[in-house]
């Protein structure tokens, strides 16, 4: 079944990608897309009714209402809602393609979303918890440092280049200039003119590089202790099991005697 899902997953969203290619899609092949798009659109609500319904299996200890409650509120959950509110939509407009309205068009693009099915994985949604656990505060610190450089060297830009630079008007304008240097991507729309603008895109340019390097290094280290712990978890559970299967042969084998005992 889980195979199965990842397929039709994977079939909506190469069919969203191709409806955005206007040049092949004649009226046919449109015709064609949607039925195949209300189909899988089906399966999936199909899909989501039963484990709406089934959700007090998964919380246990839980009434069934909170159960169900609780299943609505989860992130995927709303995912999966935001993923098949076209199904009712193409069925109420017969066709989203043409849709004079900005949120019906955009809900074309919704089944994109169903790639955050692949994070259903228990092992790989834990492993990404664990990851966020060991380096949420180094993220959280280098979010404000990197935070921090770009407003002061934003409004420096405007500081400097304001009256004499046409491409920046307002420290908006000298934010953006310095978040295109500090991720080293350098556009080209907004670029400084003055010598002390140059100074300070230099600089910021340089601090940019171990900027960049910094969530790298992060990042790979959180993913080593993450891995490290599934490894060490995994050996303990194998541990726990060898040891009940010994506790387990044990008993058999004292049940064995005792019954040789009694005859």
């Not at 080209?188 to 940019?208: H, M, N, W």
Request: net charge neutral; glycine share 4%; hydrophobic share 55%.
């Amino acid at each position: 079944m889980n195979i199965f899902m990842v397929i039709l997953v994977a079939i909506s969203i190469v069919l969203t990608i191709l409806e955005s290619i206007e040049s092949i899609m004649i009226p046919q092949l449109r015709g064609l897309f949607l039925s195949v798009h209300l189909s899988i659109l089906m399966v999936f609500f199909a899909e989501f009714l039963y484990r709406f319904w089934s959700a007090p299996q998964k919380f246990i200890h839980t009434h069934p209402l909170k159960a169900r409650i609780f299943f609505l509120i989860n992130p995927l959950t709303l995912i999966d809602i935001i993923v098949i509110a076209p199904l009712f939509m193409m069925i109420w407009t017969h066709d989203l393609h043409n849709a004079d309205f900005v949120v019906l068009r955009l809900l074309r693009f919704t089944s994109l979303l169903n790639i955050f099915r692949f994070y259903r994985s228990s092992r790989v949604f834990s492993l990404l918890r664990k990851l966020w656990n060991h380096i949420w505060y180094e993220m959280l610190v280098f979010s404000i440092i990197s935070l921090q450089c770009v407003i002061i060297a934003g409004t420096l830009f405007y500081a400097v280049e304001n009256g004499v630079n046409s491409n920046i008007k307002s420290i908006w304008d000298g934010i953006w200039l310095s978040v295109v240097t500090l991720t080293t991507i350098g556009y080209g729309d907004v670029y400084p003119i003055t010598a002390i603008g140059r100074v300070i895109a230099s600089l910021l340019a340089f601090i940019g590089i171990g900027l960049v390097a910094l969530p790298t290094g992060i990042l790979a280290s959180g993913f080593i202790k993450a891995l490290r712990d599934e490894k060490d978890l995994k050996q303990f559970e194998e541990e726990i099991e060898s040891e009940s299967d010994d506790i387990t042969a044990r008993l058999k084998r004292i049940e064995k005697k005792l019954q040789n005992i009694n005859l």
